[in-house]
């Protein structure tokens, strides 16, 4: 990669190398163990003239997307958390009984079934056929299409404009970011809003929060680079919310430029905050790849220290983020014998790289396991109360990410 994807700019620095892994959703099955697994580095670099951070498009969406493992509606704090921006967004944008509201990345329907719920017009585009399969099944109408501004096109000229296009966790999965931004502006209204929900680079960077830099993370963003990105598809910020979701997201509100108006006073405190933090200058990238390998480091040493005990350390999630840790680590069945996940798609399947077992949860209360470590830190909260149970046999619960922390759970 020599030059950026938004700017096209060569000034393109190191900021953290995590070696080569395998795709973090190519989970394999049991007859593909034997077989060949290829690894693709993983190096996030950033550009100093747009500071927007990326890692090469090694692969594509289509390699990644077309049939994928993840499915949203797995997650209970992240449906509620869709139910309550839908409830904010009808009141903030004014949705009535004539709106119209597309989604991009859609996933199984998790958000639009809120949408459908309140008797609104909706439309899913979603290019995973599986999960794109279980929103219609869901009652959620869905296209199966990447989009670009072709797509965007198209469904505007079949459905007409979108009053509201939401965009949550898809900015950073695509290469093209001008072309899906266009794709964006192709959809909206002239007099419309844009919803995106993004990871913040300033949280990834502040809270260590290396896990979340894999191949399908393309970009990686900050309120200014974002509002770049934005305005290369002829949408303009307009105003920002800061989210505890994904360790710490942002949701932009964007609008076509010829209707934006000033942004908001949100906006100078965030790109104030990210100035500060010396996300505009290489200062505030220099100490993260130490703070990495110190995870690293941490983590291994907790592992090995357990297992020269005699006692038992199981995994608990299976996500993306999970497999980039694990890879960097190099943590493999002799120190993780498996993990579990909710998602029956990846029962009896192996993480990449790593092949380690996925198994059904109900297989942590059978072995009551010492230590349970709980990959998806980001659901902390959530995965606190739903782990209480290994109280039951005095088992405790592990988060890697910032740092290694060990919590005994209440009963």
């Given at each position: ?293 110190k995870v690293r480091r941490d983590l291994l040493r907790f592992l090995i220290e357990v ?67 709980v990959l998806p830190w980001n659901l902390r909260a959530e995965l606190v109360e739903q ?25």
């Amino acid at each position: 990669m020599t030059r950026c994807r938004l700017c096209g700019s060569a000034a393109l620095v190191s900021v953290v190398d995590l070696g080569a892994t395998p795709p973090c959703e190519s989970f394999l099955a049991a007859d593909q163990l034997d077989e060949p697994e290829p690894a693709y580095p993983l190096h996030l670099r950033v550009c100093t003239d747009c500071w927007l951070a990326q890692i090469p498009p090694l692969i594509t969406p289509e390699e990644t997307f077309t049939q994928y493992a993840y499915f949203s509606s797995y997650s209970t704090s992240w449906v509620e958390h869709a139910r309550t921006f839908v409830a904010d967004a009808v009141q903030r944008v004014g949705l009535g009984p004539d709106a119209f509201v597309v989604e991009v990345a859609s996933n199984d329907g998790y958000l639009l079934k809120h949408v459908v719920d309140r008797g609104i017009r909706c439309l899913g585009i979603e290019p995973s056929v599986n999960v794109g399969a279980a929103a219609r099944d869901a009652g959620v109408p869905t296209l199966t299409a990447f989009l670009d501004p072709a797509t965007g096109s198209d469904v505007r000229a079949e459905h007409g404009p979108a009053d509201l296009v939401v965009a949550n966790n898809v900015y950073a999965h695509i290469p093209d970011v001008v072309g899906f931004t266009r794709g964006l502006r192709a959809l909206v209204a002239d007099d419309g809003w844009v919803s995106i929900e993004v990871q913040h680079l300033l949280t990834l960077i502040e809270e260590n929060q290396y896990d979340t830099i894999y191949h399908e993370h393309f970009q990686y963003y900050t309120v200014a680079s974002a509002t770049r990105a934005l305005a290369a598809g002829g949408l303009a910020l307009v105003d920002v919310e800061l989210l505890p979701t994904h360790g710490g997201s942002i949701r932009l509100w964007a609008r076509p430029a010829e209707a934006a108006g000033e942004p908001s006073r949100g906006v100078a405190d965030v790109l104030a905050r990210e100035k500060a933090a010396g996300l505009q200058e290489l200062s505030g990238y220099t100490e993260f790849s130490a703070r990495v390998a110190k995870v690293r480091r941490d983590l291994l040493r907790f592992l090995i220290e357990v297992a020269e005990r005699g006692e038992t350390v199981v995994g608990y999630g299976a996500p993306g983020k999970g497999n980039t840790l694990l890879n960097h680590c190099g943590i493999r069945p002799d120190l993780l014998p498996y993990t579990v996940d909710r998602n029956p798609y990846k029962h009896g399947r192996f993480t990449p790289g790593t092949r380690i077992p996925i198994l059904p949860p109900e297989q942590i209360a059978a072995d009551r396991p010492d230590y349970v470590l709980v990959l998806p830190w980001n659901l902390r909260a959530e995965l606190v109360e739903q782990l209480s149970f290994v109280h039951d046999w005095g088992g405790r619960l592990v988060f890697p990410i910032p740092e290694l922390s060990i919590v005994e759970v209440a009963s």
